[in-house]
Structure formats: structure tokens, C-alpha cells
């Protein structure tokens, strides 16, 4: 395990002083989704050096991590993230996998293709293709694929978009990161013209290009997910499996504390086309959510990293950091039978449980006791984010955010 969170230049002496008989997994950032992707990868033996811009996340600590240590945050200095990465790789002695959980450390690694370090996802003309927005739904239309009713503003005066769609209505960003630097979110809702004007104006002085979108009648509980990893050779040879979400917290709109394998066909077909399309490999989260009033699933996003509920595919036989990292290296990965999976988020769905009076605990006594035991980790099909008895560390670390001021943001 990593026993201390370095700085660059104790990181870089503590690697010079190591060996690796094969190409250690550079995790970044170290929070939720990492400490997931560190111990799929240390399942199958993977060295991991996980990788942030301070000490404040919750997996360095993790048994599944061999180094952490501070680099430059790609959003604050590329080119600084750049020489750091190349010289973490210089010191490891040896050609790193980059495993990126965040936007911006996907794109930190897309844009600067730092020096020997491999990656087991398209490069940024592909991530783009997917990203965009704009280009998402051009494509889900020409593909007949369902995505909730949107408009540019390019195309259709304001007027007209606000008659066709009535209020609440959703403005979204083509892309995210000019639109979350002005807003401190990806989405916002606006009930009524005068918020509508406002954010469309404060969007334009942000130079964020955007999209208004319908506020899609969603039906609680249904929302539904492919989790994939694409290998170049294309969708015909991809690894997956469809996940609900079916506990949020908060109920509606949070993010997934509950979340099971289910068999939705359709969610599968209509997310490897639009990958397809674009051609992306890499591993992905394509995110569909049920509208109640056209009853079918509509696509909203895909996300091109790992996220929050990784390791629930992992614990279904899906694997898929083993199989990106086997897919840029001579390491050997894979899938036999994939089948049932459910995953936990215990500390928002402990919340939800103590205070929404409407939701009733779906989980099982015996459920309750494979947790309290450790037990779920070697039997059955439950799994869970961050807490693990056998790894104990990230949890006590995610116990002690909930006592302290230190913050730490992470889209996970």
C-alpha cells in the first residue's frame, strides 16, 4: 500500500527506488472512482501509482495502491502536467498505462501525450466526438437513436425554443468545461424567461456554446446505463453490461448509491451504435434515462472514463480496467461469463435511508449482514464503492471528510 501521499519530488525518489516486471497503472484522480479502478487492476496484479492534485481524496491509502503522490492538475498548467507525468515515467523506469477518472484528466492525458505513457482510450479527436454534445445528438438522430428534444440556439431563435418546449426547461453545454468554470454545474434548470435570458447570457459572456433541451418526464428509479470497454478493433468485440441506477441520492435527480445489473437489449444495441459511429475505444458509461411520456429509453451522455459504480461491472465478470490495461500491454484478460452485480454507495444511501421518510431500505437483512461482516467480498453478488473491511483505510478516510472542512471535488 501507499503509506504516504508524496510531493512530485518525494514521488519521483520513491519510484527511482522501486522495480515493475510490468507497466504500472497511472490512476488519476485518487477519490471514489479511483480507489474502484485500483483494485480491479490489483486483482490481476497491476501495479498502481495513483495520481492527484492534492492529498485530499480517499483512495491513496488503498492496500491496491503501490505509490501516490501530488502532479501538476492538468486544467492549471498543462504543460506543467505534462513534464510531471513524463518524469514520473522516467522514474518508474518502465512505460505507464494512464487511467484518467475525471474529464479533465482524460483530456490532461489526451492533449499532452506525455512520453511513454500508453492509453487504453481513443485520442482527443475521438473523446470530442463524443463529448460534444452538439455532435452526440446529430448523430443519435441520424442513427434513431431517442435523446430528449433539443434545440441550438445557432439554428432556432429564443423565442421559438421557449414556446416549443414551456417551462421547466434544461440548458446544457456542447461541452463542459467553459460551461461548469461559469456555473460551478454541467446542467441547469430555469423555470421561468427571466432565468432563461440570464443564463443564456451569462453562457455567450463565458464563450460556452449551449443546447436547450426538454426536462424529460423521467420515471424515478429507471435510469439505465451500458458500462463497456470498446477495444480498437471496434464494438463488435465489446466487453459490457447494462447497470440500473436504481436508487439515487437525493431520490430524483442525485447521484447513483444503488445500482444493479439488468437485461435492456435495446440500451445496449443503441449505445455500441453510437460508439461505433464515432469510432471511440476505451472505456465508457453511455447514460439513458426512461421517459415516461414516449416509454423508451433516451440517451443523454456518455461519459468517456471510468465513474462512480465501476466496480459494479467488475464484481459481475466484466472487468474493464483489466481488459483496457490487457489491451495496451502483453497482459492477458478475458471475460468468461458475465453475470449479476449490484454495488453500494453506503454512505449516501445510509443518508437516504435516515432521512427521506418516502424510501424504503430495498436492501435484504442478509444483505445487511454479508456488509457488516466483510462477507459480501468473497461471495455473492453485492459489491461496494470505497468501503471494503479488507481495505479499510479509503472508508476511514471518507469518515473523517464528514468531520473536518477539508474539501475535495470530484464529479464522482
Known sequence: ??????????????????????????????????????????????????????????????????????????????????????DVVAAAGTDCVAFACMDEWVRGFAE????????????????????????????????????????????????EVVEALGFPLVIKPAHKRKFEE?????????????SFDETIAAAADAGANVLVQEKVPVKTGADTSLASYVPPSGTDDAVSVVGNAAVRFPR???????????????????????????????????????????????L???????????????????????????????????VDDVGEGRWVYLRDYLELCATDPAFWDVLSTEDWASLVSGSFEDAGDLTTGVYRPSDPDPAARLVETE??????????
Open 112 to 159: 499532452t501525450e506525455p512520453e511513454g505513457v500508453r492509453l487504453p482510450f481513443s485520442d482527443l479527436e475521438g473523446i470530442e466526438r463524443v463529448l460534444d454534445k452538439d455532435n452526440l445528438y446529430r448523430l443519435c438522430e441520424e442513427l434513431g437513436v431517442p435523446y430528449p428534444e433539443t434545440y441550438r440556439l445557432s439554428e432556432t431563435p429564443a423565442d
Open 182 to 194: 461559469a456555473f460551478g454545474t454541467n446542467v441547469i434548470e430555469v423555470d421561468d424567461r427571466e
Open 403 to 412: 468531520f473536518t472542512d477539508r474539501e475535495y471535488y470530484c464529479s464522482c
Open 300 to 334: 443523454l451522455d456518455i461519459n468517456t472514463r471510468p465513474w462512480k459504480w465501476i466496480s459494479m461491472p467488475v464484481r459481475a465478470g466484466a472487468n474493464l480496467p483489466m481488459a483496457a490495461y490487457a489491451a495496451v500491454t502483453d497482459a492477458e484478460y478475458g
Open 252 to 298: 430524483q435527480f442525485g447521484t447513483s448509491c444503488m445500482v444493479e445489473t439488468v437485461d435492456r437489449p435495446a440500451v445496449r444495441d443503441r449505445a455500441l451504435s453510437v460508439l461505433a459511429e464515432t469510432g471511440y475505444h476505451g472505456i465508457s458509461e453511455s447514460e439513458f434515462v426512461y421517459d415516461e411520456d414516449r416509454e423508451e429509453y433516451v
Open 1 to 86: 500500500m501507499a503509506d504516504t501521499f508524496h510531493d512530485t519530488a518525494d514521488l519521483l525518489d520513491a519510484l527511482e527506488s522501486a522495480s515493475f516486471d510490468r507497466p504500472p497503472a497511472l490512476v488519476a484522480n485518487a477519490h471514489i472512482t479511483g480507489v474502484s479502478v485500483a483494485r480491479a487492476l490489483d486483482a490481476h496484479d497491476v501495479p498502481v501509482i495513483a495520481l492527484d492534485r492534492n492529498e485530499n481524496g480517499v483512495a491513496w491509502p488503498s492496500d491496491a495502491i503501490d505509490f501516490a503522490g501530488e502532479v501538476t492538475y492538468p486544467l492549471d498548467d498543462a504543460d506543467g502536467f505534462r513534464a510531471d507525468v513524463e
